[in-house]
């Protein structure tokens, strides 16, 4: 008897059709649409922590400062006295003259001099002045890394010395992260000058955070000088002090209780004491540059958005969850002069705004 065989040949795989197909990818588009905001709020978290970290080791190196200086705090070299001659390490300088420059929320380092056009500013010279939190890097040994907020990447149009000016994340690559000279003797060629419109330039670098005690500077009329006198341009010919010392420019802060005098070209809050608990560095509120005298949006729009890691003067740091109050700034010290004091200055306005973070921690609330 004959046996039939049959012969077993393998099934083939069912396919995906055109329909399954485009419902898998729809699905994965939906997915993704649902985590990569998920996962993007959470870096930014991971980044905003990094951030008050970073505050709190600059609350550390400006205890340490205060220590070791009688209590007073960082601002500029040589605060009070016009030009700012300073010495440092064994060297002569003059910082530039520009007081506004000297003045500005998140500059670290001042260009050395009125620096001329053909000036190299090559590595090596010594090209800037450290300024405000640039003290820490230059005497506390704080590294510049710890100057920039880890959500501001990139480049931020910002203001210096009465120009456009932009702010630049990379400032360890450019400058070197070895500590004391590196802000000192950077790369000069590596930062943006500005043209001051006198015929000069002059360049900067600056860091990602607003320091609350850098010289204090207004254009408003003091309240304590001759009758006629009043600051009328940035010239370095200005004095802000008589031959005998009595000061001529002293201006109340209206937003302080008891009233705090600040004093032309010096921090507003000269002692850790004076400063009691009120904030003293942020994230950057300083204003970006629309035009001459105008101005866009304040600078969270290039780190955290939605509010400021602030560190008071007790040393702690806190989230302060904004209202666009900071980021649409519009009460301006002075109205005749919207381009010259602003958020991007230690002036009546910007100590105005460091009043709502003052606040936010229970200090100088009104009645």
């Known amino acids: ?26 699905i994965m588009a939906i997915l993704a649409g649902i985590l990569l905001p ?7 978290h991971a980044r905003r922590a990094a951030c008050a970290n970073n505050l709190s080791q600059i609350g550390k190196a400006l205890s340490l400062y205060a220590d070791a200086g009688d209590e007073y705090l960082p601002s500029c070299p040589g605060w009070g006295t016009n030009p700012c001659a300073v010495q440092y390490d064994s060297m002569s300088l003059t910082a530039f003259g520009d007081h506004q420059g000297l003045s500005r929320h998140m500059v670290l380092g001042c260009g050395a001099g009125e ?4 000036d190299t500013l ?12 640039g003290m820490l890097v230059a005497w506390q040994e704080l590294g510049t890394r710890i100057m920039q907020c880890p959500s501001m990447l990139g480049r931020a149009p910002t203001w210096y010395s009465g120009a456009p000016y932009e702010y630049v994340s990379d400032l360890t690559s450019r400058i070197g992260h070895q500590e004391k000279m590196a802000l000192a003797t950077g790369d000069g060629r590596q930062f943006r000058h500005t043209d001051t419109g006198r015929g000069t330039q002059v360049t ?43 000061w001529l420019a002293e201006w109340v802060l209206d937003s302080t209780r008891p009233k ?9 809050f000269k002692t850790r004491r004076a400063l009691g608990g009120r904030a003293i560095v942020a994230d950057a509120f300083d204003y970006a540059p629309a035009g001459e005298g105008q101005f866009t949006r304040g600078l969270s729009m290039y ?56 606040q936010r921690a229970g200090v100088d609330v009104p009645p």
């Open 115 to 118: 620096s001329n056009p053909s």
């Open 38 to 44: 998920v996962f993007g709020r959470a870096r930014e």
């Open 303 to 358: 780190h955290h958005r939605e509010g400021y890691n602030v560190l008071y003067g007790d040393s702690h740091a806190a989230w302060f969850e904004d209202d666009n109050r900071l980021a649409l700034w519009t009460d301006w010290a002075d109205p005749a002069n919207p381009g010259t004091d602003n958020l991007t200055i230690s002036s009546h306005s910007s100590q105005k705004a460091w009043n709502l973070l003052d």
């Open 260 to 268: 705090v005098r600040a004093q032309f070209m010096t921090p507003p």
């Open 1 to 26: 008897m004959t046996q039939r065989t049959t012969t077993q040949y393998p099934r083939l795989a069912a396919g995906f059709t055109l329909v399954e197909l485009l419902v898998t990818i729809g």
């Open 204 to 246: 900067a670098v600056l860091g990602s955070y607003s320091y609350r005690d850098t010289p204090f500077y207004s254009r408003l009329r003091p309240d304590n000088v001759p009758a006629g006198w009043s600051y009328t341009s940035d010239s370095s010919s200005l004095s802000c002090e008589t031959p005998g010392g009595q």
């Open 122 to 133: 090559e590595p090596g010279r010594l090209n800037f002045v450290p300024v405000g939190l």
